[in-house]
Every structure is written in C-alpha cells, then in structure tokens.
C-alpha cells in the first residue's frame, strides 16, 4: 500500500525531489471470537485449520449502494481437532453454511462466523465450508473491503478488511489460491486476480471467471466490476500485461500503461524473475487515499495520472512502488503484521532507486532527510519492526516509519555490507521465499548468512530501539530532536 499524495509523507517526497447481521443457531457454549495472536491484531485470523483454497461467487444487480449475493466456498484441512470453525466475516448477512457437505449451525460474535459442524472435525481431515450470504458494499462503520467507484466496485482489502466482503481466514499468514466468478449485467466488464477462465453468457448478464496461479493472502485478493477497458500488452520474456481502466479515459491513460513493460524488466534486473503468472494496473474512479499491490492487479486512483502538478517521475515512481511489492509483500508475505516493515521497506526503497536512475533524484538526498526524521517517526509509529498498535482505524499502522523509516535500514544495511552483498541479499531472499511467507529474524538470518557477518545486534539497534542508530559511512547525519508536544 501506498498512501496518497494527499498525506504527509507523499508530499515530502515531492518536496525532496455494517454492521453484522447474522443468523443464530443454537450452540452447547459460548461462542467467542478468537484469532491467531497476531500482536498488531490479536482477533485476526483463525487456529485449527489450513485454507488451501477458495471458489467465491458474487453476482452483482447493478447497483454499488446493494448488497451483492454470493457463495464463499472453502478448502481447508484440519490441524486441531474442532467442534467448533471460526471465520473472519463481517458486514454481510449469512443464509447458510455446510460444512463436509451437511448443514451447520453458526452464530456471528464480533467479526466472527462461528460455525458449528454437525460432526466434530478431526486433524488432518478435509474441511470443506459452503457460506451463502450476501456481500454488502455500503461503508458501514468499519473501514475499506469493497469500494464504490464512480461505474462499479473494486476491492481493497489491506489490512484486515477481506472478511468484510467474505468469510476467510484473514490473515496473510495463510495464503491460499483462489478462484473468483463474478456475474454482471451486460455492458459492465468483471476482472479478478489471476488468470481468465472465460467468460459465459447468462441471459442480460455475462459471467466471468479467473484462477490465482499461485497462493494469495486475503488482503490481496482483487475483483472489479465496472464499465471498463480491458486493454493487453506483452511485458519481458512473453509476460501476459493485463490492464483495465475506465471504458471513457483509455486514450488519456494509455501512456501510463506503457510504461509498465519497461518497469517490470528494471524490477527483474534489480531482484529477479517476475513471480506470477500476469501484471497489470486497476486504474478506479474512486478516491480512497492510497494505492495498493492487490496481487497481479495493482489498484490506482484514477487522480494520480490525471493532476498536472504530479510530476511524470514521481507518478512512474509510485507505480514502481506497487509493482515492487509484487515480490515484497505479496510473493514473499509477511508472516505477521509485525513484519511489514519488509513489505514496504522495500516497496519505498525500488521506488526511491526508480526514481533516481530515471530521473536523478538522488536516494541519498531522500534517505538523508528520513534520518532527520527518522527519531521523531520511532516516536509516533514505534520503531519499524515493532510498529505501535493502531490508534484509530486498522489502516493507521501504515506510519511513516514503515515507509522511509523502514527504506532507511536498507540502506543502513547497504552501507554495512556492501552493494555487492545487498543486492545478493535482495535476491535470495525473493527466490528462497517465493510463494511463502516470512518473518524478520528470516530475514536477519539471511543477510547474515550472505554477508558473513553476525547482523543481529546491527539489526537489534535498527529495527527495535527507540532511537536512530549512527549511519554507516556517514557519521555526520543527524536526527532531529523529538518534540514533546
């Protein structure tokens, strides 16, 4: 995720160059909302079982303001014995759920589904799970999950808001791989994460279907309806380069489009090989205040390429930023809310670097003004790997410290190890966790391992004090003072 040019920290960057409503069934206890733990968001998430993968259906009636219908269908296994199956849903009204094809009792508590199977389920047993409900896009009083743009909806789901559009294990520690069908009446066009698997005419409605190649956190999943462009490219060795934007702004934004090919092929120079199956940009009408790495489709504010005082190089520079993540954040998942620092550390570091071999902005004139800045973001946002709980919505965890506080130890580490060594460091790490989660201390261990250093008291000082340590090679940088007001 990126944050729009409307915040704070975007503007220094120029500057340097529904409720719930579920049915309730009886159960012999309390039913009680629980998660795995997650230090950030302690009720995310699920224990006991292991998604594999997800087959959800919406149908939409042409409205943005309705509810849509759907059907979450879930592949799991077992890991714990249960009696009992908690999913993360919120704002959507449930019909039913089966459970290993039998009817299940269920009950809503917090943004929870509790569901009661009619036989307790084993470990190591299949866990199928069939949820009719419907799927509500009205903001409610939570944040984000479907957003209404101007022709349709779209999904933004970063960090905890998949499970108000369907039930899930939402937590990006249980990635799994998804398959979306989406009806819509005629003249809108649906698009979702992952492959095309056709499309199919419904009477004045089309349906349209697509698969994720490789397994997807929840917070990444994507779907579309709108009165879209559906436009196609080729990007380095043969890659499928699938964009869509409104129907009416294709000739105004096809120069931006264009220039993704060239941005994909500078991020595999940099770390590798692309890891998924197709790349494209979302370009909605809708203001959210940020941009977002949904996986294989990154979504965009239509405003970011329309405003004549963005210039051309910080407009490319953030669409590099979303793309970074591809690898950062969506192949390569945090383990923990904790670890987001890696995700966007990294993303606003390939950003800073586009923008200073592309347009001479020097990396180290930006990095040298987050140190200035560096103790007093520790002090509002925690330090990076230890990121403050949120104070508001669940979006406030994206602070300045996981942007350039958190680009500013990789550069810390750059100047530690050595070019040569980071630039292996970046792509192994890609490489050795594709397709998977991890942590920070993988990554602690990692760089050790490629530099032949014990890195672990550097990154001790770097990721968890309160206070900025000394810069390698530059003992002349300074912190501001941390005002007490």
Request: no cysteine.
């Amino acid at each position: 995720m990126l944050l729009s040019s409307r915040t704070p920290r975007a503007a220094a960057l120029l500057a340097a160059g529904a409720s719930l409503a579920l049915v309730a069934a009886a159960a012999p206890r309390p039913a009680e909302p629980v998660g795995i733990g997650d230090r950030l968001f302690p009720h995310l998430g699920n224990p006991g079982y292991d998604v594999t993968d997800y087959d959800i259906s919406f149908t939409y009636h042409g409205a943005n303001d309705k509810p849509l219908d759907a059907v979450t269908r879930i592949n799991a296994r077992a890991t714990a014995p249960l009696d009992r199956i908690n999913l993360d849903f919120s704002h959507g009204k449930v019909r039913s759920v089966r459970v290993n094809g039998a009817p299940a009792q269920y009950t809503g508590k917090g943004e929870d589904l509790i569901v009661t199977p009619a036989a307790p389920v084993a470990p190591g047993q299949p866990l199928n799970i069939t949820v009719r409900h419907t799927s509500d896009p009205r903001p409610g009083k939570k944040e984000v999950g479907w957003v209404r743009t101007k022709d349709g909806l779209a999904m933004a789901n970063q960090a905890d808001a998949a499970h108000r559009v369907f039930p899930s294990n939402d937590h990006p520690s249980d990635k799994a791989y998804f398959t979306f069908r989406i009806t819509a009446p005629k003249g809108y066009t649906a698009v979702a994460n992952g492959l095309p698997l056709g499309k199919t005419p419904q009477g004045g409605a089309t349906k349209w279907a697509y698969r994720t190649a490789h397994p997807m956190a929840t917070e990444l999943a994507q779907v579309s309806i709108g009165r879209s462009a559906v436009l196609h490219q080729e990007g380095p060795d043969g890659l499928p380069v699938r964009d869509v934007v409104p129907a009416k702004d294709v000739k105004a934004l096809k120069p931006w489009l264009e220039k993704t090919p060239g941005q994909l092929a500078w991020m595999q120079e940099k770390v590798g090989s692309y890891p998924f199956e197709n790349y494209g940009v979302l370009i909605a009408e809708a203001s959210t205040g940020f941009e977002l790495e949904t996986q294989t489709l990154s979504l965009f504010e239509r405003e970011l390429f329309k405003r004549p005082e963005y210039p051309k190089w910080y407009v490319e520079s953030i669409m590099v930023h979303e793309l970074a993540h591809q690898w950062f954040g969506d192949s390569v998942s945090p383990r923990s809310w904790s670890d987001l620092w890696l995700n966007e550390g990294h993303a606003t570091w390939y950003e800073s670097l586009y923008a200073q071999e592309k347009a001479d902005k020097p990396m180290e004139k930006r990095m040298r003004a987050a140190y200035r800045a560096s103790d007093a973001m520790r002090a509002d946002g925690g330090p990076p790997a230890a990121p403050k709980a949120p104070t508001g919505g669940k979006i406030s965890i994206f602070r300045p410290v996981v942007y350039d506080g958190s680009a500013l130890v990789l550069y810390a580490l750059r100047q530690e190890i050595g070019a040569d060594a980071f630039q292996r460091l970046e792509r192994t790490w890609v490489a050795t966790h594709r397709d998977s989660t991890a942590t920070t201390d993988d990554f602690v261990r990692l760089a050790s391992q490629i530099s032949g250093q014990d890195l672990s008291g550097f990154f001790k000082d770097w990721l968890y004090a309160k206070k900025t340590p000394p810069m390698p090679g530059h003992p002349d940088w300074k912190s501001d003072p941390v005002s007490k007001h």
